[in-house]
């Protein structure tokens, strides 16, 4: 048998044209019966929202996590890439959550101490303050 295409010589129970790559003879009659089964297409990379709460998560945390959990679940819903990072970038803005926290309730404590301080000196600076009395 000879290709249609290129006119090579190929086995005659050739499907396709070892040469030219073009099919020459219509697919078996097995392999047609059992259509394929659409298969929903994962994107290869991240959708914007993980991508945008990961950034965040870093710099606005409370942002953060509130684009990392939609982006999550819209991850999930769609079949996209990303999930991981999505996760990543929760757990990320839940740790700068609390240090934030930390760093405010130690700010306060030190503001308080710094102000009590302050009013004892000015106390001991005023004129009729006499330690050996």
Not at 98 to 115: E, H
């Given at each position: 048998?000879?290709?249609?295409?290129?006119?090579?010589?190929?086995?005659?129970?050739?499907?396709?044209?070892?040469?030219?790559?073009?099919?020459?003879?219509?697919?078996?009659?097995?392999?047609?019966?059992?259509?394929?089964?659409?298969?929903?297409?994962?994107?290869?990379t991240p959708?914007?929202?993980?991508?945008?709460?990961?950034?965040?998560?870093?710099?606005?945390?409370?942002?953060?996590?509130?684009?990392?959990?939609?982006?999550?679940?819209?991850?999930?819903?769609?079949?996209?890439?990303?999930?991981?990072?999505?996760?990543?970038?929760?757990?990320i803005?839940?740790?700068?959550?609390?240090?934030?926290?930390v760093?405010?309730?130690?700010?306060?404590?030190?503001?308080s101490?710094?102000?009590?301080?302050?009013?004892?000196?000015?106390?001991?600076?005023?004129?009729?303050?006499?330690?050996?009395?």
């Amino acid at each position: 048998m000879f290709c249609k295409f290129c006119g090579k010589e190929i086995p005659d129970d050739s499907v396709i044209c070892p040469s030219c790559c073009r099919q020459v003879a219509p697919l078996k009659a097995q392999a047609q019966s059992t259509p394929a089964q659409p298969r929903a297409a994962i994107s290869p990379t991240p959708n914007a929202m993980i991508l945008t709460g990961f950034v965040c998560a870093f710099l606005a945390p409370i942002v953060g996590l509130i684009y990392c959990i939609l982006g999550l679940l819209q991850a999930q819903q769609y079949r996209e890439n990303g999930q991981g990072l999505a996760k990543a970038g929760i757990v990320i803005s839940i740790i700068m959550l609390i240090l934030s926290l930390v760093l405010t309730i130690i700010t306060i404590v030190n503001l308080s101490t710094l102000t009590a301080l302050l009013n004892v000196y000015q106390y001991n600076q005023s004129p009729g303050y006499n330690p050996y009395y």
